[in-house]
């Protein structure tokens, strides 16, 4: 039974063994001997030799500081127990994520105490696969598990919370401002259904088309793995991410209001249908503004939007008047909608094309 501290062995790489020790002392001064050799030797030790390193919190210490220091390690003849605790003491000193992978009952304790754990389907059973987080029929699959699909989980996942964080915060900062303007009244700008419909119909199936988009070909990122390594350092969803965001909903809710309010002089039941009907196209147009390429999923999704909006509006008399809905209004709606929406879009397309990333200088 083996356990692998992920890595790569290059031909120029030797081996150091630990192995066959009982004495707390030996291993510690072999670890001191690794310690000079660690960055470039892949570590090679047994489970009995792991026990004594494991004996006193101190050793135990000097033993995670030298093995994560190695390109890999390979832990020999060792228990499911030891797997186990090997994965949770990696996460507990290194503060990583970690994954594990196996194709048999052994592996189910290391597979369990991973972050992320992956099982194979082979000749030992499906135990590990039951247990696993992600099931794969053979090892070489792995490789377009992560590069393919574990990438664009994370990038999607990343643009999908973001864009559902602005979505709320966008209307929050309208309705801010029209308390500030109207003398901080206890109104509430969109009332019943509009803010029901908002929150899912509206906007649901746009934002949601989110997760079917691909910034690169799965032939691309095969074959630059690099494109994996950008996305390690987190900067897809990050303090940065969400700062810039926020900014999107405080700069696009104030331009709507403020917009409607100021340029055109109308009534509260006409400021309303002009700040809503900008906001719902706004909204699709920023789900435009973050995706790479444009598929027919999106753009159905999109018209069913529309559409569905027009005919709310003839439903619900309350809240719209609709004999204002004329070329007049829609030219409003436009033009509060291009104020709030372009110079953001314009700015990430200039920011784009003076220092593009990883992926747009590869699909150049």
Partial sequence: MYCYIPGFKRRTQPLFFMRDMTEAY?????LDEFSRK???????????TLDVCFSTKKLEEKFFAEATKAPSVCVCRCSPTQKALITKKIAEYTGKRTAAIG???????MILEANVGIGIVGKEGKQASLASDFSIDEFKFLRRLVLWHGRLSYKRSAVLSQFVIHRGLI?????????????FVTISIYNGYLILGYSTIYTMFPVFSLVTDEDC???????FPILYSGLQKGRALSTKTFLIWTWKSIFQGCVIMLGSVIFFHESFTNIVTITFSSLIVCEILNVFSEVHRINYKMVISSILTFLIYFMSIGLFRGYFDTSYITWTFVMKVFLVTVASWAPLHLARRIYDFCDPSEHQKIMR
């Fill in 26 to 30: 030996d291993a510690s001064k072999r």
């Fill in 38 to 48: 660690a960055a470039s030797s892949i570590l090679m030790i047994d489970g009995q």
């Fill in 103 to 109: 194709d048999g009952g052994n592996d189910v304790g």
């Fill in 171 to 183: 209307i929050a900062i309208i309705q801010a401002i029209f308390s500030i303007i109207f003398y």
């Fill in 217 to 223: 070909s799965e032939s691309a990122v095969m074959k």
